[in-house]
T-cell receptor, first 112, second 114 residues
Framework: GNSVTQMEGPVTLSEEAFLTINCTYT??????LFWYVQYPGEGLQLLLK?????DKGSNKGFEATYRKETTSFHLEKGSVQVSDSAVYFC???????????FGKGTKLSVKP | DSGVTQTPKHLITATGQRVTLRCSPR?????VYWYQQSLDQGLQFLIQ???????AKGNILERFSAQQFPDLHSELNLSSLELGDSALYFC?????????????FGPGTRLTVL
């Protein structure tokens, strides 16, 4: 079945550092790929998405490119801020109805 | 604010009991998804409803059931509760079903089973 593997955290960075969170997937067919973010005490928010190979999703300085050849969807940001501290989840659609399959999440802490 | 509301925010109950979690989707959204977030299992899809009908099932236990009402709100019923059912339960909604559609998540209900 479909599955997502993302790098384990926690990840601790200094403000303005470069961020990469790795995500690889296993899927049949052509799933849509997502990054969701969860701030402390809140629900999940969609950060970005890509629906087909070579698509680049971007939002708030974050980017991820749907790479079919490497089955990856790595999240990057050139300069992180303290306010980016959160848990980041990579996900893909698990079926035709759109239900999501999530990775285990990566906790990011950004220090001033 | 995603526009998805969930009640209650917190629920503390005892083993063997039955609880009902409620979700109101964003206005106009027909599709409702339920997810469970626990420390050991992570985020798992439980069940999906679309316009009142069950459309997909994930790792949902037989002790759990759900329904979506004509006004599109949904309820997740958990019975014969066990300690391991303690988790955050999220509801999400989307305008349609199918791949690529953004899901908007509610703030969750934290269930503690003592």
């Amino acid at each position: 079945g479909n599955s997502v593997t993302q790098m384990e955290g926690p990840v601790t960075l200094s403000e303005e550092a470069f961020l990469t969170i790795n995500c690889t997937y296993t899927a049949t067919g052509y799933p849509s790929l997502f990054w969701y973010v969860q701030y402390p005490g809140e629900g999940l928010q969609l950060l970005l998405k890509a629906t087909k190979a070579d698509d680049k999703g971007s939002n708030k300085g974050f980017e991820a490119t749907y790479r079919k050849e490497t089955t990856s969807f790595h999240l990057e940001k050139g300069s992180v801020q303290v306010s980016d501290s959160a848990v980041y989840f990579c996900a893909l659609t698990g079926g035709s109805q759109g239900n999501l399959i999530f990775g285990k999440g990566t906790k990011l802490s950004v220090k001033p | 604010d995603s526009g998805v509301t969930q009640t209650p925010k917190h629920l503390i109950t005892a083993t063997g009991q039955r609880v009902t979690l409620r979700c109101s989707p964003r206005s106009g959204d027909l599709s409702v998804y339920w997810y469970q977030q626990s420390l050991d299992q992570g985020l798992q899809f439980l069940i999906q409803y679309y316009n009142g009908e069950e459309r997909a099932k994930g790792n949902i236990l037989e002790r759990f059931s759900a329904q979506q009402f004509p006004d599109l709100h949904s309820e997740l019923n958990l019975s014969s509760l066990e300690l391991g059912d303690s988790a955050l339960y999220f509801c999400a909604s989307s305008a349609r079903r199918g791949q690529g559609n953004e899901q908007f998540f509610g703030p969750g209900t934290r269930l503690t089973v003592l």
